[in-house]
């Protein structure tokens, strides 16, 4: 206990000293330069460099490399004996949109009614949220805040268009700071043939007949063509009308980089069936399709390939969704699409638990799939997936400067973070559990 | 959705309500496991004893399903099956200290306040499929607990996880049975606004309902003390008290014949329940759960409590949101018994994972990350002379990694209990095609038979239709296991 104690006061007073703030980035006074030597480069764009310095500028990858030269006037941090690696990348959170699951005065994780593509994530983040400092000790630099995207919350069902996600930042004292890009996907809540469902509100389970749940489904599908269409006619008319032609609508304005293929449209499904469905249509109103949570991907495997979709999982830590599956039918899933050439990335769908990020992906190489893709799986490819590959997932020249340095193997159970620097800053591994370890560590001991 | 729904079920409603049923198709492989113990040798392998150490190359030799020798090198019989665990890792079997699993329906009788009356050994599920999951996640003993719906709970039952064994094999020999007591925001039902409100619904109703029914049942046991003395003594043509079935549970406990095993986050309710407990002279076996034990360490630790928690999960309520994966470790160091538990069927397939964070997480040794997942669970649920631990003339528990079980690369290989292998992956992936097969023959049979009854389902009517997964079958109910258990008074 003391030793993890003075590693982490050890690396919290490096990182003062270095920055003379606690927290956050960008104050005016800070030194902009640093380099990070004699570390073990996990670069993601090639080979890891044995012994290297990476070079961090106004925020950005200055340099990476072998022989690189640290320039006059940078603060440098020793990293002989540790690794470095992009900072991890969880591609669904609530992040800053959900405090306390059961309180509902502190859920703002997904709004009333079906259609509501209009909402966006960044508009409620709130950044001094106590989940986000306790996400970044576990070495995640950012994620995506998505509206209706479930986890362990009293929100409503999660309606079917869900709002727009944000890839932000973990770190920031406005959401200006923290902002990477305001609208990267629509939440798309495929509608599923239920037969059976679970009412939270009365705690009982519904049974409905098949034909019934298909009728509710057909109804849900044609509603959001209906809504697909109308936003393509509007958009139309945005181009070819006079200002005063017609009246603006939030909703159509909001659909339109979706019917346009600009924005991507996050496609929660798990039954194979669903994501069939969910293909389909989307091939058919020519929306990008990126599915999420995926139970039974591998199930459509070879069309989740061919029509180049890739996936977002849910938790490999899951049990089967059938009686008869395989135990380990979660945990095997990622090696069997990473063979049949489908792209996916990790996801927590959670906040309390996104600090499990990289033990999902270590499941996942624990049964079967290659090491480099599960480390690629939760920093590159979410990246990649979500148009923001240019920006982060990879140790870069020109990129932004979110980066880990650690005493091993980022994806295992016991490895520490030693220091994260965000935007370019170094960012502090403080947070609420550790000082409320740090206060009881030393009550004095009771009569 | 259906990963977000599940994480919503098992951690919000933490046990706290129904269980929600689960889809049900064909069935699962049992283990037979009526042929004689065979003798085996394990060989080669790293031994995590749990007790005295770590054991390079060593081996391990079965007998009578017990251990009967462990060590660098042992002499084994010629018709030792040996299993050989060369560059594997060999340790007890884990104890989860807090499970549901194997409980057939609802794990709460949430209509009372005080529900002592009903038992979970009464509802055993031997054909629960999580058992089996959980022993390909190397869990070989489970402490089978009532949900946290009330104040005072139900009976409680350990179990091994004896997998195609019928429910009456499944009772852990000799182990002390529990009841399950809740404290906190379940209790009072915050979080819940089905129905009627119920008393109590504040932690002062919590303490009250306590301190009622044990007053009750220091009253009841007087009067059967008086009875049984007069009796004793001769005196003829007494009229026996009339039974209750709700105290006598409580006076085990006021006897020491029962386990209290109470849920609770916060740390005013923990002291509570100790000022509780100390009034009426009985001891608190565990705190379940405990997120904010951390607090009150040294005070549980003085009561000789045990505290029985989870490894990093949170803010999901408010009494949740000062938990920290540092608890474990801190409780250890202020002299607790501690334990790591799942509290849900899937947290429990990785619980040697959940206990290596405490490494991470406060700095416990490799040895006492391990512990927490098996001696010292085994310690608290009063086991630990036959499990917890590899060590020569202990139930023969254990579980075969492919790699150190306290990381996040390990795999269970094989799960043994007293001595049988009831969980091999080798085996079970190589039948997955056989099983397969046989669902096929069985859907289509089923799919037969429905194409002769056309007027049977509404699904079945558009040729188009028919996908497998639309035709779920009502599974028949499992036998009823009903075991008679000690009818004390």
Same mark, same amino acid.
């Given at each position: ?20 703030i ?46 690189? %030269? ?59 949220? %106590? ?37 932000i ?53 044609? %509603? ?19 200002p ?12 339109v ?19 069939r469905?969910a ?6 109103q ?15 495997k ?20 059938? %009686? ?28 309390s ?95 | ?19 929600v ?59 030792a ?27 709460? =009788? ?14 055993l ?22 949900g ?11 179990? +091994? ?19 399950k ?6 209790p ?19 303490? =009250? ?28 043509n ?56 951390? +607090? ?25 949101y ?57 310690m ?20 075969i ?20 292998v ?13 099983? =397969? ?10 799919? +037969?038979?429905? =194409? ?13 239709? +028919? ?23």
């Amino acid at each position: 206990m003391k030793s993890a104690l003075s590693h982490s006061l050890r690396a919290l007073a490096a990182v003062v000293s270095l920055a003379c703030i606690g927290d956050m980035s960008s104050a005016q006074s800070q030194p902009t330069v640093y380099a990070i030597t004699h570390a073990k480069i996990f670069t993601l764009s090639g080979a890891a460099i044995e012994d290297g310095t990476v070079v961090i500028q106004n925020g950005k990858i200055a340099n990476v490399g072998a022989a690189v %030269e640290v320039p006059a006037g940078a603060q440098v941090i020793d990293g002989k004996g540790l690794q470095v690696y992009p900072g991890l990348f969880d591609p669904v959170t609530q992040m800053g949109l959900r405090e306390i699951g059961a309180v509902s005065a502190t859920v703002d994780s997904a709004e009333t009614g079906a259609f509501n593509p209009d909402v966006v994530a960044a508009e409620a983040v709130l950044p001094s949220s %106590e989940h986000i400092p306790v996400t970044r000790a576990a070495g995640i630099t950012e994620v995506l805040a998505v509206p209706a995207s479930g986890g362990m919350d009293s929100a409503g069902p999660a309606g079917v268009l869900g709002g727009q996600a944000s890839a932000i930042h973990l770190s920031g004292w406005t959401i200006s700071d923290m902002l990477l890009k305001k609208s990267v996907a629509m939440v798309l809540n495929w509608p599923e043939i239920e037969t059976q469902t679970f009412d939270f509100s009365t705690f009982s389970r519904k049974q409905k007949s098949f034909a019934d749940a298909k009728q509710e489904y057909e109804k849900q599908v044609d %509603e959001l063509t209906d809504w697909l269409e109308r936003a393509r006619h509007y958009a139309q008319a945005l181009g070819h009308g006079g200002p005063g032609d017609f009246q603006r609508d939030v909703k159509l304005d909001a659909l339109v980089p979706v019917t346009r293929g600009e924005l991507p449209v996050l496609v929660f499904a798990d039954k194979a069936r669903d994501i069939r469905n969910a293909v389909e249509f989307c091939e058919k109103q020519k929306l990008k399709m990126i599915l999420a949570s995926g139970a039974e991907a591998y199930k459509v495997k070879d069309l989740l390939r061919s029509k180049g979709i890739p996936v977002i999982l849910g938790p490999t830590l899951t049990l089967p969704r059938e %009686e008869d599956d395989p135990y380990d039918r979660l945990l095997t899933q990622p090696a069997e699409l990473s063979a049949a050439g489908v792209k996916f990335a990790f996801g927590s769908f959670d906040n309390s638990f996104a600090r499990r990020l990289g033990q999902q992906a270590a499941n996942a190489a624990a049964y079967g799939l290659p090491y480099d893709e599960a480390l690629k799986a939760v920093t590159l490819y979410p990246a990649q997936i979500f148009g923001l590959a240019d920006q982060v997932g990879t140790l870069e020249s020109g990129k932004i400067a979110n980066i880990i340095v650690t005493n091993g193997d980022p994806l295992e159970l016991t490895t520490e973070v030693r220091y994260i620097f965000i935007k370019g800053q170094p960012t502090s591994l403080d947070n609420k559990h550790k000082a409320l370890y740090e206060k009881y560590l030393n009550r004095p001991k009771a009569q | 959705m259906n990963a977000a729904k599940s994480i919503r079920t098992r951690l919000l409603i933490c046990s706290a309500l129904l269980a929600v049923p689960t889809s049900i198709l064909g069935r699962v492989p049992k283990s037979p496991a009526a042929e004689p113990t065979p003798v085996i040798l394990i060989q080669n392998a790293t031994i995590l004893t749990a007790s005295h150490g770590t054991i390079e190359r060593g081996s391990i030799l079965i007998k009578d399903g017990k251990i009967a020798e462990v060590g660098a090198s042992v002499k084994a019989p010629k018709d030792a099956q040996v299993i050989d665990a060369a560059g594997q890792f060999v340790m007890p079997g884990i104890i989860d200290c807090h499970s549901h699993i194997a409980v057939d329906g609802s794990v709460n =009788e949430g209509s009372i306040s005080v529900s002592s009356i009903v038992n979970i050994a009464d509802v055993l599920n031997p054909d629960d499929v999580d058992i089996y999951r959980d022993l390909a996640g190397g869990v070989t003993v489970a402490n089978v607990l009532h949900g946290s719906a009330n104040a005072i709970g139900g009976q409680t039952i350990v179990i +091994k996880l004896r997998w195609g064994l019928p429910a009456s094999k499944l009772p852990f020999e000799g182990a002390l049975p529990g009841i399950k007591f809740a404290l906190g925001e379940n209790p009072k039902r915050s979080n819940f606004s089905r129905g009627t409100p119920r008393y109590p619904a504040t932690r002062m109703g919590v303490e =009250e309902t306590i301190r009622g029914a044990f007053t009750e049942a220091r009253d009841y046991k007087a009067t059967w003390d008086l009875y049984n003395k007069r009796t004793a003594a001769g005196e003829k043509n007494l009229i026996p008290p009339r039974r209750d079935l709700r105290l006598d549970p409580l006076v085990e406990v006021l006897e020491g014949k029962r386990y209290v095993h109470s849920h609770c986050y916060r740390e005013d309710e923990i002291l509570m329940l100790l000022r509780v407990a100390k009034e009426f002279g009985f001891k608190v076996r565990t705190f379940q759960h405990v997120l904010e034990g951390y +607090k009150v360490a040294d005070e549980i630790a003085a009561a000789g409590a045990g505290a029985s928690t989870f490894s990093d999960w949170w803010a999901y309520k408010v009494e949740a949101y000062d938990a920290i994966p540092y608890n474990a470790a801190l409780m250890t160091r202020r002299g607790v018994l501690v334990s790591v538990n799942s509290d849900d069927a899937e947290e429990a397939t990785h619980l040697n994972q959940e206990a290596a964070k405490t490494m991470k997480f406060g700095g416990l040794s490799h040895d006492e990350a391990l512990k927490l997942v098996t001696l010292n669970p085994a310690m608290q649920l009063g086991i630990d002379k036959r499990v917890g631990s590899i060590d020569a003339g202990k139930d023969a528990d254990l579980v075969i990694y492919n790699h150190d079980p306290l990381s996040a690369y390990a795999v269970v290989q094989k799960t043994l209990i007293d001595g049988r292998v009831y969980f091999d992956r080798q085996r079970d992936v190589a039948d997955r095609p056989v099983r =397969e097969k046989e669902k096929k023959a069985l859907l289509d049979k089923q799919r +037969k038979a429905a =194409e002769k009854k056309p007027e049977s389902s509404d699904a079945a009517k558009k040729p188009g239709e +028919k996908k497998p997964e639309e035709k779920k079958e009502e599974k028949p109910k499992p036998p009823q296991s009903t075991l008679v258990l000690g009818g004390g008074r």
